[in-house]
């Protein structure tokens, strides 16, 4: 203990030069600190502002989003635009949200889907389709109209027949009344590659339709009349919806053609050709246009900008065989 006492009493003490480069380190760490402090400061204050300021776009946007005329009388548009399906603009849910509002609407004096599109699902078409009627029947004094602009084609024509009148323009795309499924076999590819195939499934036909695989004769007419009865649908959907408006003469009506808007009217496809805004004003009789479409909100728009959706196609595996579509 003595000898340790000893060795601490000689142990050499910082000279004034080593005090003040010591004084100097930790007033270093200190500012640096403060400043660490700061920075973290400032980033959680622009986050908050960042977030205040979504949210104030979408509640100014949500208020911007109920046009003056409404209080006016108008007609109510419900637009149908780009592929029909979950997930799109024009899913059903979407659709059917607008169309609600737009029958509902004490001043909405009659309902105009305004069509642009290729089709798609459909199921999402058939749930249009069908609510549309349901909506007819509870608003019987609103008519429904119809006006494609450049495509109504497939699920877009499936969920068009359900109105009362059908306008286009005269080069407008009517029709394609038909079911797809398309899809790629990769089995002579694999062969000369010398890839071997290895799947384990349980159920005799849980493999239906590997594109990696040969196809199976019975398979393939299964998945046709599948197709076919989908298809029937849709031409019983179009009869029901037309009625005897349609040149039953025609053999290839149903076929899966498109015809142009003048070919259209002459098929009975369609009741007239116009636009949205002739329907409107010379068809209805109200000049007044309101355009009840629903879309994302401009915060989820800001997030989406931000890529915060870029992880929803990471779920998404590539499959060679695609669903079927009215398309």
Do not use: C
Request: proline share 4%.
């Amino acid at each position: 203990m003595e000898n340790q006492s000893k060795a601490e009493a000689y142990k050499p003490q910082p000279t004034p030069k080593e005090w003040l480069l010591i004084e100097k380190m930790l007033m270093e760490t200190h500012r640096e600190q403060k400043k660490t402090r700061r920075w973290g400061i400032f980033f959680k204050i622009l986050v908050f502002v960042y977030i205040f300021a979504a949210l104030m776009v979408f509640r100014v946007g949500s208020q911007l989003g109920v046009p003056a005329t409404i209080g006016k009388d108008h007609v109510a548009v419900v637009p149908v635009n780009g592929v029909i399906a979950d997930g799109e603009e024009a899913s059903a849910n979407a659709i059917v949200t607008g169309l609600r509002k737009a029958f509902e609407a004490e001043n909405s004096k009659a309902v105009l889907l305004a069509i642009n599109s290729p089709g798609g699902s459909p199921v999402q078409s058939g749930y249009v389709n069908d609510e549309i009627y349901r909506l007819k029947a509870l608003h019987p004094d609103k008519k429904v109209y119809a006006a494609i602009s450049d495509l109504g084609a497939s699920g877009a024509y499936y969920i068009a027949v359900a109105a009362d009148q059908i306008y286009a323009d005269k080069a407008s795309l009517v029709g394609s009344i038909g079911v797809t499924a398309a899809g790629f076999g990769f089995v002579g590819l694999m062969n000369k590659l010398g890839i071997e195939r290895r799947a384990y499934t349980s159920g005799e036909h849980k493999g239906f339709l590997d594109p990696f695989a040969p196809e199976q004769e019975g398979e393939v007419a299964f998945w046709n009349s599948v197709l076919g009865a989908t298809h029937q649908q849709f031409i019983d959907v179009v009869k029901k919806g037309r009625g005897d408006r349609l040149q039953s003469n025609q053999a290839d009506l149903f076929s899966g053609l498109i015809w142009n808007g003048e070919q259209a009217l002459e098929l009975g496809l369609v009741d007239g050709l116009g636009s949205a805004g002739y329907v409107a004003r010379d068809v209805i009789g109200v000049e007044e246009m309101v355009d009840y479409g629903v879309r994302p909100n401009p915060l989820q728009r800001v997030i989406e900008q931000l890529g915060v959706s870029i992880g929803e196609g990471i779920s998404q595996t590539a499959t060679a065989e695609a669903p079927m579509t009215l398309h």
